[in-house]
């Protein structure tokens, strides 16, 4: 986790690539607010760290290389991962400004954007598998990669990644436009937790499309973890180099784009999903 957060530092600042207001948080000193709540406040980076962290614990590195192989891991990482989301309510509502409520209501509508589309993304990975088991899902693609057999739901993984991750073109809750939103309230401690917990949200939301579509820890050569790290550095870069491509996208835009085209093609790749598996095409 900590070489996947140092990394994704290092490749941000590679890119100059600015993630809202985050790379300009105030590490230095603490931002003292009049009106902020005592508890909700400082809650907020507390709470999205700890479900980046705990979210790790699913990410197979290795066929016995994981924190804790549950039966229900995908599930159980779906959940947990939008503890981020929690922690920007309780930051930006705790905060008491018009900018940080603002970025709060705008990030609970980019959430309500990719929730169902990223649910449709995983779905069809979890059917070919047919297990919610992160290390199952990974034996699965033994003899082909996810994305072979379904390219459509990994183009979906990527756009609904980059919109959870609050990555360019999705990053507008966060940017100079509502004056970098809740971040631009925070400073020293907790201005530091959300830097390492927004790097460590992309880096687990990578991880992840490596499980579901690019075979996990498989590979010829190199040790399991070794390969784990290549797909999911692989896949972190190609997400950021392609949200780079196209224009930052208000929240209503975000919202079009998803009830138009993500939840169609996502319901799509899901047909063909069933159609395949009742081919007799994928894992048996």
């Known amino acids: 986790m900590v070489v996947g957060v140092a990394f994704t530092f290092w490749l941000e600042r590679a890119l100059t690539l600015a993630v ?52 229900i891991g995908a599930f159980y990482f779906i959940v947990v991962v939008d503890f981020v989301v929690l922690g ?68 979906l993984y990527l756009v609904t990644g980059l919109m959870q991750a609050y990555r360019a073109p999705f990053y507008e809750p966060l940017s100079e436009h509502l004056g970098g939103g809740f971040l631009n309230f925070v400073g ?37 973890p070794v390969w784990m790290l290549l797909k999911t550095f692989a896949l972190m870069t190609l997400m950021l180099w392609l949200g780079r491509r196209f224009k930052p996208l208000s929240t209503a835009q975000m919202l079009s784009l998803s009830w138009r085209i993500l939840i169609p093609a996502g319901l799509l790749n899901v047909l063909v999903v069933g159609g395949l598996i009742l081919a007799g095409v994928g894992p048996q």
């Open 188 to 224: 020293g401690w907790k201005a530091l937790m959300w830097r390492a917990a927004l790097a460590g949200l992309l880096f687990v939301i990578s991880a992840m499309g490596a499980v579901l579509y690019l075979g996990g820890w498989l590979g010829p050569w190199l040790p399991p």
């Open 88 to 155: 920007v309510a309780l930051s930006g509502w705790g905060a008491g400004t018009r900018n940080a409520v603002e970025s709060f209501y705008r990030i609970t509508a980019q959430l309500v954007s990719y929730v169902i589309p990223l649910g449709l993304a995983y779905v069809g990975a979890l059917m070919m598998a047919a297990s919610l088991s992160t290390t199952q899902i990974v034996e699965a693609q033994r003899d082909v990669w996810f994305i072979v057999l379904q390219p459509l739901g990994f183009i």
């Open 20 to 71: 809202g207001a985050a790379q300009s948080l105030k590490l230095s000193e603490d931002v003292v607010l009049t009106h902020a709540d005592r508890w909700m406040y400082p809650a907020g980076p507390i709470s999205a760290l700890f479900g980046v962290t705990v979210a790790a614990a699913v990410l197979p590195f290795g066929p016995r290389l994981i924190g804790a192989d549950l039966g």
